[in-house]
């Protein structure tokens, strides 16, 4: 990836701190983008991504300072827990906006760029098992990574050949707020336990799972979902049953 120019949208922290620091580990421009100012060893753009203006902000500071975009990987993303009975109209629309909508408009404008470029791109859509199976207590986050998959496979169609989209779909992962998700240390330990590979995931992991959709090692690879849960979620049924099971 060496001179690459990458973007990756909310790259600060936990998941997408990792993300960015595979794509520089591999030799590529990144620059970030976050809605507050932070202190920051790589680019960074002050931008909300839900905003379409601040979109197009964005984009055009990237393309003016290196001339190019070569990658996005729209990170920016999540939601606080909410039971679907109680969250307001407004919390909903706004978890929408963040997990399918930007990642839209971000998408929208640097297709733009990488259709006039010799090269092209690779856009990176970061999803959430959340989006492929109940989501209970985020259910509008999970329904907005359902469709951010099926977005990414409908923008491959469109944009192909010159720009290629691919999702990453990722199971828990353990980041400075796991324990926020998980209660304390042993709530993030119970979990890494119920999960086939004995562990949680880690930001590197996903960093590189994407580097690899992004690379020329994926030059063929678009429209397609790459999961990276270290196996799932053992049933439920293999716990509750008195049958012998393997472990």
Request: charge should be negative.
């Amino acid at each position: 990836m060496n001179g690459e120019v990458v973007l990756v949208t909310g790259g600060t922290r936990g998941v997408g701190l990792g993300i960015v620091h595979a794509f520089a580990k591999a030799g590529a421009q990144v620059v970030t983008c976050g809605r507050s100012e932070v202190d920051s060893e790589f680019r960074y753009v002050r931008a909300d991504v839900r905003d379409p203006s601040q979109v197009d902000t964005l984009i055009e500071t990237v393309v003016a300072e290196y001339g190019r975009l070569d990658v996005v990987v729209n990170n920016a993303g999540g939601a606080p827990p909410a039971l679907a009975a109680s969250a307001s109209p407004r919390l909903h629309q706004k978890i929408v906006e963040l997990n399918l909508l930007a990642p839209l408009h971000v998408s929208q404008r640097a297709n733009t760029v990488m259709q006039q470029q010799d090269s092209g791109g690779a856009i990176v859509m970061i999803g959430s098992v959340s989006g492929t199976r109940p989501s209970p207590g985020t259910a509008a986050y999970g329904a907005a990574k359902a469709g951010l998959a099926n977005l990414a496979t409908s923008l491959a169609v469109e944009w192909a050949p010159k720009v290629r989209v691919n999702t990453v779909v990722v199971g828990p992962v353990d980041t400075e707020l796991s324990q926020v998700h998980y209660g304390d240390e042993a709530g993030v330990a119970a979990v890494g336990e119920t999960i086939p590979m004995g562990r949680m995931a880690t930001p590197a992991d996903v960093g590189e799972a994407c580097l690899y959709l992004a690379s020329p090692a994926a030059a063929y690879v678009t429209g397609s979902t790459l999961t990276v849960h270290g196996g799932g979620e053992r049933p439920a049924f293999l716990s509750a049953s008195n049958a012998e099971v393997p472990k």
